[in-house]
């Protein structure tokens, strides 16, 4: 009999969970550093909660939990895992009307999507989010870049780019080449997110075909396709716009503006009026952070939108957010020099000779972790040979060695396995040693 | 519209996280410092890797999700949420035979069972696990009685039984009671399981309707009832049993020595030869820690498994472990007198004038972050007032206000909630005073 996992999931041992943690702890530190509070949802959602909220596409790739009694018919599905981190906050924003606002908080946990498993894309990976709920603020568009910004440099990142747009330029933008309706916005958009892909003629006849006149976007059209600085852009934008776009020309200008004031370096921004980001909730500035190693893809991304709550709720509130692909900057991080250099588990192994010094062993490691000391008492099999084997492979710096004549006059061998030295020493003067050591 | 959650579900708010983060945090620590390596596994799991390793009630209150793609037929679910660490574990063990043993893990991760939602009982729940697998010696399960006890102490707990038992007790009780197979050992535990809830008569009297001649266990029937002290209990059992329960005895009487040894308060273990666990898959000593608020139930609980990866794998594997319910404990401190006392989200507010000063606002926001000082730029729309409330109601003691004076002369005025000091100072000394109020 054989036994698998399910298609697209991973198990983490423990060397790739010490990477994990170390990476989940600093963006965790960065986050509360700039006053966001933890939350946390559960891990499905009623299936009505999560439909139609990210697109006819993501609607397909949400796994459904199978109803449960013995009132559910075969297929009946009522729960759903959580496809993200913001339609859940969305949920608990309109249950939660007596939130003091602006409400900021962080959420790191897994969601889960059923795509088509292939090299770097999972169906169960982290999400780190930030998001800021009733504030209309652009400081509070400029902070959700910022932190993402302060939380990749805390992770020793420097080589990545801050795409930036507005939803309403790209609003504008449709209804220029002839759109009419939300649905057609829509249309727009998912042909002009084919851009990196297709390139600018592919995204022409894609819209053509989709019963758009891109022709009619003249010198627009060219801006898009090869954008110069951001500055020109946005003036170039302010001059031809107007109505929603002029909009959000002028908002994108100010959150660039804080951002930069925020301590994100300027060099990094820049100012893409093809990106469109997928859901279908966005409905104002957007952005999305990549490194500048294309096979990686986007690591961060966001945007505003002010519209989601209402819809769940009736409850009208304008939020803005950001999310870190965590299963990304892992990769990033282990693809780095000092990947694999993470510390031993442990400080120390105790080693066990036999049943009757095990008491002694077991008491000196207590005293070893009492002192804040990382103690591994040997509880395998192997003798002593093994036991010293067993210190070695896991890169323990100190061994203490606990025979009959240890045991019996209260005292620890103790063996630096970098200077090879050996000393016996009374338990309290072993542990105060490896415990200096430590610091 | 209304929205819900899921039934049994709960989100945790920021409060409520801050009190979760603590205890998983020094959990963790506590799990460390003797050496436990971590692991995380997916949410589920294949259904073949999960059914049958519970028992059948608990295949039951699995949550299963439906089969995806055109070719899944109405009903057919492949994969299952898991139901507890253990199962997962063992499948790593099975799927991993190059792991170092013996090999000690910790992981803490939400686990889903569809009980009907209860006071204090919940669809998702958060269990904290250490195993050892690749061990057969008595100090792999003191350990895991050891790291549990050092777990709730540190949580600040001190009025708590460590009750323990073995399997092969119940076994030779089964037996001599008239079990003559597995099917029927687990029938029988499955009475005396009950015998909190209905006492000695009623077990009795279900042991007869399930087929089993209860007086043939004459005196060790009334030392199950009453047990007197566990010293004597194991006397009288080891006088009496043969076989597989000598065996149990005497493992037991050599765990419990070896927690002692390990730091864990004698007169907190007691032996209950009534002890039987749920799950099918416990082969040796089982353990169980419960407050002694008979309300809360029990907080911890595990045992010896020997057969459980063989069966997923047929790799033989030797394991012990113990989970920490993370939900009784957090009930447990939020009970407690300093519940609700949690520190502030962030140590200072830096208030947010017009949007003239905001850029010298937010420069200063990143020079407090860079010191390690916790601070929220307000991005409200709130006018100074409804800032400072926000700062009052948020417990800050520090509030920076960069007006426009302060923006165009580079200072802060800073002002102490503590002790209503208010002082102009240049952005440095201010970052200063308050990183070093803080230490």
């Not at 210190?391 to 006059?409: F, Q, T």
Request: some cysteine; charged content about 30%.
């Amino acid at each position: 009999m054989s036994v698998f996992l399910p298609k697209g999931t991973r198990d983490f041992l423990p060397e790739q969970m010490q990477v994990r943690l170390r990476a989940i702890d600093t963006i965790r530190a960065v986050f509360e550093s700039f006053g966001f509070e933890p939350l946390e949802t559960p891990a499905f959602e009623r299936i009505e909660t999560l439909s139609g909220k990210y697109g006819e596409e993501a609607d397909k790739l949400m796994f459904r939990i199978h109803k449960r009694g013995r009132s559910a018919k075969p297929g009946e599905c009522d729960l759903g895992l959580r496809y993200d981190l913001t339609v859940p906050l969305a949920r608990v924003l309109a249950m939660n009307a007596d939130l003091r606002l602006p409400f900021k908080r962080w959420q790191i946990q897994p969601v889960w999507r059923a795509e088509r498993p292939q090299k770097g894309r999972f169906r169960e990976f982290w999400q780190c989010d930030v998001d800021i709920a009733g504030s209309r603020s652009p400081l509070a568009d400029a902070e959700c870049i910022a932190v993402a910004d302060a939380a990749l440099r805390a992770l020793g990142f420097e080589d990545y780019t801050i795409r930036v747009n507005d939803r309403r330029i790209l609003t504008e933008l449709a209804r220029e080449a002839g759109a009419s309706s939300l649905q057609e916005e829509l249309s727009f958009l998912i042909a002009l997110d084919k851009l990196d892909k297709i390139g600018l003629e592919g995204v022409e006849r894609e819209l053509v075909e989709r019963g758009f006149e891109p022709d009619k976007l003249g010198t627009l059209w060219s801006a898009i396709a090869a954008p110069p600085t951001t500055e020109a852009l946005l003036q170039t934008l302010q001059d031809v716009l107007s109505g929603v776009g002029l909009e959000g020309v002028d908002t994108l200008r100010t959150v660039i503006a804080a951002a930069e004031a925020m301590g994100v370096d300027p060099s990094r921004v820049r100012f893409d009026p093809s990106l469109a980001r997928g859901a279908d909730y966005y409905t104002g500035p957007v952005f999305e952070v990549a490194g500048d190693d294309p096979s990686v893809g986007s690591v961060a991304g966001g945007g505003r939108y002010d519209g989601l709550v209402g819809r769940l709720s009736g409850r009208e509130l304008p939020a803005v957010g950001v999310s870190l692909g965590l299963e990304r900057l892992i990769t990033l991080l282990e693809a780095r020099e000092d990947a694999g250099s993470m510390g031993p588990v442990a400080d120390l192994l105790i080693t066990v000779f036999d049943d009757g010094s095990a008491p002694a062993a077991s008491r000196a490691a207590t005293a070893f972790r009492a002192a804040g000391v990382k103690t591994e008492l040997y509880i395998g099999d192997g003798r002593l040979k093994a036991q010293l084997k067993h210190a070695d492979r896991r890169g323990y710096a100190w061994i203490a060695l606990i025979g009959p004549d240890e045991a019996s006059a209260g005292t620890v061998t103790l063996k630096n396995r970098r200077t090879w030295e050996n000393t016996t020493l009374d338990l309290q003067a072993a542990v105060n040693k490896v415990s200096a050591d430590r610091r």
